[in-house]
């Protein structure tokens, strides 16, 4: 019986859906083909059909869960403490994947760095539209600083195995952010905006 298209496209979803979540929770080496194909209701043989290598399918997980992340609402300091969270933190599989699998993609070349670059970059451009900042540029330093933090403490309070260390980390990254995002005094560092009317 022939497959539609719309029946090819769908089945491919499921894979990058599955695989997405399974990498995010488990890393790159610790997770086979075979495992992703079950977690996708579907049989290890079907897999070529799809995808011509797991390299491919990395990548295209990564383009996947990277492109449907939804725009921040708020401000910085909303998002952060949002993303800063312990269910964030304790929900790996559904949670971040810069956060998750950057490190790990550093050793892939490729299409899966290009990937994760092309999400950090759309990540950096969405974070430049709610940060503070007087011009562009100030706004990018910003957007890049705070992001940079956010991830990086993320990482940091999931590697920790002292609880109390892993919530501090979340608790006063988030407090950092917010304060420089109350702190109009500090444009020419984070991107703070003045009261003054904005200069393009």
Not at 121 to 128: A, D, E, G, N, P
Not at 179 to 188: N, P, V
Request: net charge positive; hydrophobic share 40%.
């Amino acid at each position: 019986m022939k497959v539609s298209r719309e029946q090819v496209s769908e089945t491919r979803r499921t894979i990058l859906k599955a695989a997405s979540r399974l990498f995010r929770e488990r890393g790159y080496e610790s997770v086979t083909v075979a495992e992703i194909m079950k977690a996708a209701g579907l049989t290890h043989g079907g897999f070529y059909g799809y995808f011509a290598s797991k390299d491919e399918l990395i990548a295209g997980a990564l383009a996947d869960v990277l492109s449907r992340r939804p725009d921040p609402t708020g401000d910085l300091a909303d998002f952060a403490a949002g993303y800063l969270s312990a269910a964030h933190r304790d929900n790996r599989a559904g949670g971040c994947p810069t956060a998750a699998l950057a490190a790990e993609t550093i050793r892939l070349a490729g299409e899966p760095r290009t990937a994760m670059t092309t999400g950090v970059k759309r990540q950096i451009t969405r974070l430049s539209r709610i940060v503070p900042g007087e011009t562009d540029v100030q706004k990018r330093r910003a957007a890049i600083g705070s992001w940079a933090a956010m991830v990086g403490a993320m990482i940091l309070a999931r590697v920790s195995d002292d609880p109390a260390l892993s919530a501090e980390i979340l608790e006063q990254t988030q407090s950092w952010l917010a304060a420089k995002a109350k702190d109009q005094g500090c444009a020419t560092r984070l991107g703070r905006v003045s009261r003054g009317p904005s200069r393009k």
